[in-house]
């Protein structure tokens, strides 16, 4: 089965779940990767930068999504990490280097240009946080069906950093469906980014699990 098939099968699939649940929006997860030497035992009293919510063109912040909802739901929900706004590491960053080279930073992180990231030195240097929590939209589309029904459908990807590297050590992606045209973007937005910070490593192993 070709990729482009398994996606259509995986959004049929999620569009007959919905149809039988009282709930609009349905979720998929998928598990990208795990770097073997990290578990939840690194995150353990470790900051957490929540990273502006990535899209093409101007990223938004996490703590300006919803007014600050993003962040809070994010908190509530692990509350064993510790997550930190990204807000006091652009303010300084801005200060000391301009806008243009964060901007460019984060141009970078949102195309995957791993090496150009990597090396961006006076980013690492000045990084406030052990971790970088990074999201990015990376599909967005309004889709009408024959019956004149519509849908939303998102693919937000998800990367955790280790800024002393720096490199990935965890990477997810959700398949967001909503059915629903009285949520807003930036709820559907923030439903995938919670889904794939609630996908990240426990700190603390669950009961009956040996390997940690």
């Given at each position: 089965?070709?990729?482009?098939?398994?996606n259509?099968?995986?959004?049929?699939i999620?569009?007959?779940?919905?149809?039988?649940?009282?709930g609009?929006?349905?979720?998929?997860?998928?598990?990208?990767?795990t770097?073997?030497?990290?578990?939840?035992?690194?995150?353990?009293?470790a900051?957490?930068?929540?990273g502006?919510?990535?899209?093409?063109?101007?990223?938004?912040?996490?703590?300006?999504?919803?007014?600050?909802?993003?962040?809070?739901?994010?908190?509530?929900?692990?509350s064993?990490?510790?997550?930190?706004?990204?807000?006091?590491?652009?303010?300084?960053?801005?200060?000391?280097?301009?806008i243009?080279?964060?901007?460019?930073?984060?141009?970078?992180?949102f195309?995957?240009?791993?090496?150009?990231?990597?090396?961006?030195?006076?980013?690492?240097?000045?990084?406030?946080?052990?971790?970088f929590?990074?999201t990015?939209?990376?599909?967005?589309?309004?889709?009408?069906?024959?019956?004149?029904?519509?849908?939303?459908?998102?693919?937000?990807?998800?990367?955790l950093?280790?800024?002393?590297?720096?490199?990935?050590?965890?990477?997810?992606?959700?398949?967001?469906?909503?059915?629903?045209?009285?949520?807003?973007?930036?709820?559907?937005?923030?439903?995938?980014?919670?889904?794939?910070?609630?996908?990240?490593?426990?700190?603390?192993?669950?009961?009956?699990y040996?390997?940690?």
């Amino acid at each position: 089965m070709t990729k482009r098939k398994s996606n259509r099968l995986g959004l049929v699939i999620l569009m007959l779940f919905l149809s039988f649940c009282s709930g609009k929006t349905g979720i998929a997860f998928h598990d990208l990767y795990t770097d073997p030497q990290f578990s939840g035992r690194d995150l353990s009293g470790a900051d957490i930068v929540v990273g502006p919510v990535l899209m093409q063109g101007r990223p938004i912040s996490a703590g300006n999504l919803e007014s600050g909802k993003l962040l809070r739901k994010l908190r509530r929900n692990r509350s064993d990490l510790q997550l930190v706004s990204v807000y006091e590491f652009e303010r300084s960053f801005k200060e000391r280097h301009g806008i243009e080279e964060l901007n460019l930073f984060y141009h970078n992180l949102f195309n995957s240009e791993l090496l150009d990231v990597q090396s961006a030195q006076n980013v690492w240097d000045n990084f406030h946080g052990q971790f970088f929590f990074v999201t990015r939209v990376t599909n967005a589309a309004s889709v009408r069906a024959l019956d004149g029904s519509q849908s939303r459908r998102l693919r937000i990807e998800g990367e955790l950093w280790r800024s002393d590297g720096p490199e990935v050590v965890w990477r997810a992606a959700v398949n967001v469906l909503s059915l629903d045209f009285k949520e807003t973007d930036c709820t559907i937005i923030g439903n995938g980014i919670a889904a794939l910070c609630d996908s990240l490593p426990q700190v603390q192993p669950g009961v009956g699990y040996r390997e940690w």
